[in-house]
């Protein structure tokens, strides 16, 4: 939309400025660009923020999927977007996945695969590298916190036992859940996946940490090792 053709927000029917707009409806009624507008909040010399919202959202054929992992550099090369919006963005984003990993108890308690899914399928599926993380559980299964062990593609010498173990060890973990993503989509093990997971398995049994399930967390869809008996 050309600075001609754009209406500003100050320019709107009040109902259907943003911000009066979720006062009197709801935020469910506003789109993905009124939200964004909302979080820019003011516009540029002959663009309204919704206008600038439409420019980062249609930036990238992700659409608003890309926002899962933009930075303020990428944000702030958007005409515009300088670094206070770019921050303002970036910080609310944030706060959504904080959100999203919270339960209504104060320690999620782990019972079935999908538990942890739902914990960590917001945060982790769209990261374009692979991220290996171990969520330590107490005796009654109660995520106690989880740690990252490895980014990038897998393989033994980056996902070490040592690496693996050590903070279950000083935090007397009574038993772990092993995560990653993949950012295919697909969450199919591969060989590496299989090797990895076998040897941690011969690893637990000796220092005495079990291993619940290792899960592979795909787009919107994951895959348990345990649930496919190979735990």
Request: net charge positive; proline share 2%; charged share 25%.
């Given at each position: 939309m050309s600075g001609s053709e754009s209406i500003l927000i100050n320019e709107m029917s009040e109902y259907e400025r943003p911000r009066e707009k979720l006062m009197?409806?709801?935020?469910?009624?506003?789109?993905?660009?009124?939200?964004?507008?909302?979080?820019?909040?003011?516009?540029?010399?002959n663009l309204s923020a919704i206008d600038l919202a439409n420019r980062v959202i249609n930036a990238d054929i992700e659409g608003i999927r890309r926002l899962q992992n933009i930075t303020v550099e990428?944000?702030?090369?958007?005409?515009?977007?300088?670094?206070?919006?770019?921050c303002q963005i970036i910080a609310a984003?944030?706060?959504g996945k904080r959100i999203s990993r919270l339960s209504k108890g104060h320690n999620p308690q782990i019972?079935?695969?999908?538990?942890?899914?739902?914990?960590?399928?917001?945060?982790?599926?769209?990261?374009?590298?692979?991220?290996?993380?171990?969520?330590l559980l107490n005796t009654k299964n109660e995520v106690m916190c989880d740690i990252d062990v490895s980014t990038g593609t897998l393989n033994s010498s980056i996902v070490h036992p040592r690496e693996v173990f050590i903070e279950p060890i000083k935090r007397s973990a009574n038993s772990i859940v092993l995560v990653h993503n993949h950012p295919s989509g697909n969450p199919s093990p591969s060989s590496e996946d299989k090797n990895i997971t076998r040897r941690l398995l011969e690893c637990a049994d000796i220092i005495g940490i079990k291993i619940l399930d290792h899960i592979i967390l795909g787009d919107g869809v994951y895959f348990s090792f345990k649930e496919h008996s190979l735990i």
């Open positions: 009197a409806k709801g935020v469910k009624y506003l789109s993905n660009s009124e939200l964004l507008a909302i979080l820019i909040r003011t516009g540029s010399k990428e944000l702030s090369s958007i005409k515009g977007i300088g670094n206070a919006k770019a984003l944030e706060l019972t079935h695969p999908s538990d942890i899914s739902n914990i960590y399928m917001e945060d982790m599926r769209y990261l374009k590298k692979e991220v290996f993380k171990t969520v």
